[in-house]
């Protein structure tokens, strides 16, 4: 073989490996990358907006008291709250997904996909009539124009708060009281009106729906108490019978003192209906987040109650599948007890990840393959050649043919040798190639004895 060709051969072969290594390199690199993003994936934090409003009101400083804790804490789950004007608002961003979370009262229009989470606090209906402050040099207290529920029709009830759900809820429980709702007149006071209200000499009652306590509704009932007397509290009788007409209701207690101490108020326990203020999810929210969130809210309510002195009791919702709101399966799953482990939840990407793999290495081989073919060629191109070798030497007419012949096997040798460094061929085949080698290596030391005899006087040649 001639020094160029020689020098071609090694060119070509460093320009395999070097292919080869630039291959490897890319693989290495683009495992490394999918490990990254897969890790980097797993342990980022998953923010949750959350809708809330309106601003400065006791769940818009509760939502951005977790938000802060669960931050201070590192978890998973992150909030970012919008702040809205109200629940109505914040329905409607649910509604239109642009919040993955929603803080809102449950009898509200809520989305069908709307699904219970937690919820913050019950909301009771308090009901009351001002007994009328005693005419000057009369000791006796005045009796009330309304003594009961049964007597509000012809009658104007205020009620605080400007959400058209309160007056719905007036009015079912004035339709099972037995009372004609079209005639008793309603007017809505918003929450910083509430002297306006106390004023207003044409209100033969009131009503608020909040915390049992609620700031607010102290506050109206007090000063109702300074301007008409003192307040009479209405019990709701049928508040059983509208919990079960009406699901989203509940029946509840008002416990005795429970706005005032000195005087009582109430002096006893009155009857009344409840309604949730929850954190609403869509169905399609993934229910590891869901749980996740369920989670670290229970983990940090003794925290939170530190922060905010007047934080409601968070409860867990009905986990029941015939719930008037049902629970998102993620908060179903962590209070039940149902959550799945770690293999339950990512088995599905494991899997992934191993037929991933499993691909690029089924790829790198068929790559490596192909980039040796050519070697592979090359190989058995020598293999044959050293095969018919074999034959001719026994039939070569000089020892200079021979030695030109162990010239052409050292070369198929020696390409065998960088085929098998490159992995191109395997160790079989380079069994193949000795026993070829061993095979020519007797033929031709057969065929200079042979040589010999036919002409005693030729010189002696060294065997190579």
Not at 129 to 153: E, R, Y
Not at 279 to 298: E, H, N
Request: aromatic share 6%.
């Amino acid at each position: 073989m001639s020094e160029l060709d020689e020098n071609s051969r090694v060119a070509r072969r460093r320009r395999r490996r070097k292919g080869q290594a630039l291959l490897i390199l890319a693989a290495g690199i683009l495992l490394f990358g999918i490990a990254s993003g897969s890790l980097y994936l797993f342990l980022r934090p998953t923010t949750l907006r959350i809708a809330v409003g309106p601003p400065n009101s006791d769940d818009q400083k509760l939502i951005h008291t977790l938000a802060q804790l669960f931050a201070r804490e590192r978890s998973e789950i992150r909030l970012a709250p919008i702040i809205t004007d109200g629940s109505v608002e914040s329905i409607a961003l649910f509604a239109a997904g642009k919040t993955d979370l929603a803080v809102a009262r449950g009898d509200l229009d809520l989305p069908a996909n709307a699904e219970s989470v937690i919820i913050l606090r019950k909301n009771v209906v308090v009901l009351w009539v001002p007994s009328g402050l005693p005419a000057k040099g009369n000791k006796k207290q005045p009796t009330p124009k309304v003594k009961s529920i049964d007597d509000l029709a012809g009658h104007r009830v205020g009620v605080i708060g400007r959400t058209q759900a309160n007056v719905t809820l007036l009015k079912v429980i004035l339709a099972e009281s037995g009372v004609n709702a079209d005639k008793v007149a309603v007017t809505q006071f918003g929450t910083n009106q509430i002297a306006e209200m106390a004023r207003d000499m044409t209100l033969d009652a009131f009503m608020t729906v909040g915390p049992l306590d609620s700031k607010i509704t102290k506050d109206a009932i007090a000063a109702t108490a300074a301007s008409r007397g003192e307040p009479k509290f209405l019990p709701i009788d049928v508040s059983e019978a509208i919990a079960k007409k009406h699901p989203l209701y509940e029946s509840e207690e008002i416990p005795a003192s429970i706005f005032s101490s000195s005087p009582a108020r109430p002096e006893d326990k009155v009857d009344t209906v409840s309604v949730n203020h929850l954190i609403i999810a869509p169905r399609s929210l993934s229910d590891t987040k869901v749980g996740a969130f369920a989670r670290q809210v229970f983990n940090v309510r003794q925290q939170l109650a530190r922060e905010l002195p007047n934080a409601p009791k968070i409860e867990k919702p009905d986990t029941d599948k015939d719930a008037a709101l049902p629970a998102h399966e993620g908060a179903s799953a962590y209070f039940d007890g149902n959550e799945r482990t770690f293999l339950e939840k990512y088995t599905d990407y494991i899997w992934g990840v191993i037929l991933v793999l499993s691909g690029l290495g089924s790829a790198g081989a068929w790559l490596r393959h192909y980039w040796s073919q050519g070697e592979r060629e090359t190989y058995e191109h020598h293999r044959d050649d050293l095969l018919d070798l074999i034959s001719k030497a026994r039939q070569a007419d000089s020892p200079e043919v021979l030695s030109a012949m162990q010239g052409r096997a050292d070369e198929a040798l020696r390409e065998a040798l960088d085929c098998f460094e490159d992995g191109a061929i395997e160790e079989g085949d380079l069994a193949a190639i000795g026993l070829a080698l061993e095979q020519f290596h007797r033929a031709v030391t057969d065929r200079r004895i042979a040589l010999r005899a036919e002409a005693p006087d030729m010189p002696r040649m060294r065997a190579m």
